[in-house]
């Protein structure tokens, strides 16, 4: 099973959870750094202060990106890093570090794909405000025309927000990610609003700025549903899932790239949402909606639906003891044929697999390997039924593995390992696991080994 030909496999991190540095060389605070010093918040009190000390050994780590051939690596700029106080006085020290890192990726032959924002907002910035003050989108556009001059010449791939679903849900509405705010959800339908201006602007200023043609996409926390069967009701089902907002919250498919793409909020959460909207100044849906390249799609597991006789749909009850990775996330690789069918009809933007993977119990075996088949079986599971939706026509134009290594998982802390590289926190020590040496074999064949079963060659 051949992918097209110029198919990315890539994999994926994110600059808060492999970085480290977070004291050095001039960077500001980001809201992790705080959030973190909170007790309570994080699984065995851990924090980023040190991580995968990445910014330390990212040449080591560029190299042992371009040993398993890797075509691209998907990872973020820390914004305090490159703006301590998150406007103004540019950290010259901070953009240095991700010049650099630019220069040893094209060396190892790996194209680099940058997200401008993975939550890790300058800390300078929430106590003006934060996504609240209408005026955060043109921090970010700042902060954005700062790196776009500097890496463009270079870079061309660009992701404006990571999964704007989860830190207005998670850490406004909410209080279990950064910053924490536990905001009445109108107040976080200003915050989602004004960070739907700063994708906007930011695309604006992309593509004004880029010294190479960009490539611009945002990426989404994709909720996936498919249908039980494949008879039309239940597609159909599936399908009304996918697309429809039932809660008060903005984790759903719509909210966010609805304007970004159709320019135009969904009518059923305009309806739901009605009592708590903010005001929405003429304009700024055009604003919101500029061209984009891609829908960068992050997604671990979906929920099987059925229709029902009243007309009407249920998510499908899961069998007792169903496969599970440690972060108890299920195992559902048909969702990676029905959810890029679906976002691809509606959108009819090529989509990318912007983060995909697991978490699985990894250690050092006493061969010294780290042997992971459930992480193999999952990928090849996923890409398989990925494989199924590019043979009928759905553009889909690569896959990022997340992650490249094990790296601090948010409220999880350490305690999760979702790399396909191991890293020991002591030693900083790297071990590729097994599935790094499959997934090498995968991208050097084009995908074609992936009907291969472990050990059968
Ligand atoms: C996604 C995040 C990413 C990682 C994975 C497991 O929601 O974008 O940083 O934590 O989940």
Redesign the pocket.
């Known amino acids: 099973m051949s992918f097209p030909e110029d198919f990315v496999w890539g994999a994926a991190t ?1 600059s808060y ?1 492999i970085e480290g540095g977070t004291y050095e060389d001039g960077k500001g605070l980001s809201v992790w750094d705080v959030f973190c010093r909170q007790p309570g918040k994080i699984w065995g009190g851990n924090n980023g202060d040190i991580a995968c000390d990445h910014y330390h050994l990212y040449q080591e780590d560029a190299r042992l990106m371009g040993e398993l051939g890797l075509k691209a690596y998907r990872y973020s700029i820390s914004w305090p890093r490159v703006l301590p106080e998150g406007t103004g006085a540019v950290n010259e020290k901070g953009l240095d570090f991700y010049d650099r890192l630019v220069d040893v990726l094209l060396e190892n032959g790996v194209q680099p794909w940058v997200t401008l924002f ?1 939550w890790d907002y300058p800390q300078s910035l929430l106590q003006r405000g934060g996504w609240l003050n209408r005026e955060s989108s043109d921090w970010f556009t700042e902060y954005t025309s700062v790196v776009v001059d500097r890496l463009s010449d270079r870079v061309s791939h660009w992701m404006t927000l ?2 704007p679903q ?1 830190f207005i849900t998670f850490g406004h509405q909410g209080d279990y990610h950064a910053p924490g705010l536990n905001l009445e959800f109108s107040d976080a339908l200003v915050a989602a609003h004004n960070s739907l201006l700063a994708h906007g602007k930011a695309v604006q200023v992309i593509r004004a700025h880029a010294k190479t043609r960009p490539n611009i996409g945002a990426v989404h ?1 994709a909720s996936i549903y498919f249908p039980g069967t494949e008879k039309q009701e239940d597609i159909e089902a599936a399908h009304s899932r996918m697309f429809s907002i039932t809660g008060k919250n903005c984790w759903n498919n719509t909210w966010f790239a609805d304007p970004m793409i159709l320019g135009r909020y969904p009518e059923d959460g305009l309806r739901l949402f009605e009592s708590e909207l903010p005001d929405i100044p003429d304009g700024d849906m055009g604003t919101i909606c500029q061209p984009l390249d891609f829908y960068g799609l ?1 997604n ?1 597991e979906g929920r099987g639906v059925r229709a029902t006789d009243d007309g009407g749909s249920e998510i499908i009850q899961s069998p007792d003891g169903p496969p599970l990775t440690t972060m108890e996330w299920q195992v559902t690789p048909a969702g990676y044929y029905w959810g890029p069918r679906f976002l691809f009809e509606r959108y009819k933007l090529p989509i990318v697999v912007t ?1 995909n993977g697991m978490a699985n119990c990894d250690w050092i075996h006493r061969d010294g390997r780290v042997h992971d088949p459930q992480r193999i079986d999952y990928m090849a599971r996923y890409l398989s039924e990925l494989k199924r939706a590019i043979d009928e026509g759905i553009t889909v134009n690569g896959y990022f593995v ?2 490249l290594m094990d790296n601090f ?2 409220a999880y802390g350490y305690r999760q390992r ?1 790399g396909i590289v191991h890293v020991d926190y002591a030693t900083q020590k790297r071990t590729p696991k097994d599935s790094a040496y499959w997934y090498k074999d995968v991208i050097a064949s084009n995908g074609s080994t992936l009907t291969n079963l472990p050990g059968t060659g």
């Open positions: 994110a959870q993975h990571n999964e989860v926390a992050n671990y983060e997340w992650s998982e948010w979702f």
